[in-house]
């Protein structure tokens, strides 16, 4: 079969479009998508375990579904990749972690489950740090991801595989999460739409403290549509997780079109508690003022959100301990230095500690809050500096000041995490490095579908303006570079055999 190479940079809803009119066989657009990993992957290591045989037997039962005229799921026919903290079943999920490099899950978890349901295809899974730990998506048993516009830069993460692979248009869908970032700001690295849902809209039955808002399950696309419809699929109550409640898939396929023009939106550089460098300072002033006249109002505001490093610190290390004990337990020595610190970070700390920070998120959201009583919007930068070497583990310093810990780097995304108000980052264009900028879009407290309208109105404006519109990565001209990708990979990860039980990750980037 002669496969079509312009399928695979269609979008997600318009292949299910084409699916659901006979004009494209889901076989056809899995053929193509393997065809365009086969080509892209080598340079960019965004995809890692694969399950093509069993992908093509699904995508020919996709293809008899359309045939005999069988009702279709809203995903249904397209080819997924799925972040590899996420349980696949008879397929290799390894948390990026050596202890696990064997571990293949009898079940789904719920978030794969639904999207199966929904018809999605797994062909593979996507590339993560050790256990979902920073966000620079390099481990031990897959190597590093590559950013698409230079590999020789970091994707970001901890949902980078994710993020490289819809940049590389090597499959339509792919699944993120996000504690500190991780949807986030590997989407804002490689230009493209991550978003961080309330908590319980999407529920995650992989985190270990289920009453805990920090850790959620989002959606990742090319576009806001593309992302609305992985949401639409994966919504609703889950005993998995006690936040999750009952809503309407159909709600979320298309979020009520905002009137740009009505909206009273703020911005802001750092928070007030962030550093940042001032090259992205430049770019994000330079950013706003090519579009605050698509507004009612766009005017900066300032925050006032206490400790807010050290609220995250805490509630940050009271899931990394729940969830990675057992692992770190039997063999601490066989964890990366991230992993390693966040649980002895945690361990240390006292219920005192907690019950501080508990209350501190409390005051914080209230704080935020009343900031936001003016504003519909708030937008501010998704990262504090252009994507840096991959061999880098993480920023160690920024605008000159050193960086307390490894994660610190990430504050302009986990300070509104503590607010657990939805956020998304946006493309808008590139920044000063001619790398993409992520716009971080923040919402009112449950605002979620009037975050996604407002963000599908920015994404058309923003296509008109070439300082805004979002950027494509020149896949003809990806090199591999040195040192390569999978330069840090101790032995191959093993195909088949089932090894333990892994720890239960939070992604915390």
């Known amino acids: 079969m002669a496969h079509d190479d312009s399928l695979v940079t269609r979008s997600a809803v318009e292949l299910r479009q084409l699916i659901q009119t006979r004009q494209v066989s ?20 965004a995809v890692t375990a694969t399950c093509f045989e069993r992908a093509r037997r699904e995508a020919r039962d996709a293809e008899r579904a359309v ?14 990749g799925v972040k590899d903290l996420e349980a696949t079943e008879g397929l ?54 590559g950013n698409p516009f230079d590999p ?58 289920g009453w805990t808002p920090i850790s959620v399950v989002g959606p990742m696309g090319r576009t806001v549509a593309d992302a609305c419809l992985q949401l639409a699929a994966s919504v609703g109550a889950s005993v998995g997780d006690p936040l999750s409640y009952p809503v309407d898939p159909a709600d979320w396929l298309a979020p009520p079109a905002a009137d740009l023009a009505s909206l009273r939106v703020g911005w802001t550089e750092d928070f007030g508690v962030c550093d940042v460098d001032a090259s992205i300072r430049a770019d994000f002033r330079r950013k706003i003022a090519a579009m605050r006249h698509l507004f009612r109002s766009c005017d900066e505001v300032r925050f006032d959100l206490g400790d807010a490093h050290r609220c995250f610190d805490v509630l940050r290390a009271e899931a990394f301990v729940a969830g990675t004990r057992e692992a770190y337990e039997r063999d601490p020595a066989s964890l990366g230095p991230n992993t390693r610190a966040n649980f002895e970070i945690g361990a240390a700390m006292s219920l005192l500690d907690s019950a501080w920070a508990q209350a501190e998120q409390t005051r914080i959201l209230a704080r935020f809050h009343a900031t936001m009583a003016d504003c519909d919007l708030i937008l501010a930068p998704t990262t504090p500096v252009s994507p840096f070497p991959w061999t880098t583990l993480y920023a160690d310093s920024i605008d000159g000041k050193p960086q307390s810990n490894y994660y610190r780097w990430l504050a302009l995304t986990y300070v509104v995490t503590l607010t657990t108000l939805p956020a998304l980052s946006l493309p808008c264009g590139v920044d000063h490095a001619d790398m993409p900028f992520g716009l971080q879009v923040i919402g009112g407290f449950r605002a979620d579908r009037q975050v996604l309208g407002a963000a599908a109105a920015l994404e058309q404006a923003f296509a008109g303006l070439a300082e805004l519109r979002r950027p494509r990565p020149a896949l003809d001209r990806l090199r591999a570079v040195e040192p390569a990708l999978t330069s840090i990979v101790t032995t191959p990860p093993g195909s088949t055999a089932a090894g333990a039980p892994p720890a239960t990750p939070t992604s915390a980037a």
């Open 26 to 45: 889901p076989v056809e657009l899995l053929e193509a998508c393997i065809v365009r990993i086969e080509a892209v992957n080598p340079f960019v290591n």
């Open 67 to 80: 045939r005999d005229g069988n009702p279709l799921g809203l995903l249904h026919g397209l080819p997924m």
């Open 92 to 145: 290799l999920t390894t948390l990026g972690s050596p202890l696990y490099r064997d571990h293949v899950p009898t079940a789904d978890n719920v978030l794969v489950a639904r999207l199966r349901a929904a018809g999605a295809i797994v062909a593979g899974k996507t590339n993560v740090p050790e256990m979902g730990a920073g966000a620079n998506t390099r481990n031990g048993v897959w190597g590093a991801t």
């Open 152 to 209: 020789r830069l970091n994707a970001g993460g901890s949902s980078g595989g994710s993020a490289a692979a819809l940049a590389c248009d090597m499959l339509p869908v792919c699944t993120g999460s996000d504690t500190g970032g991780s949807l986030r700001i590997p989407a804002a690295l490689c230009g493209v739409v991550g978003f961080r849902p309330s908590p319980g809209l999407v529920p995650s039955s992989r985190k270990l403290l």
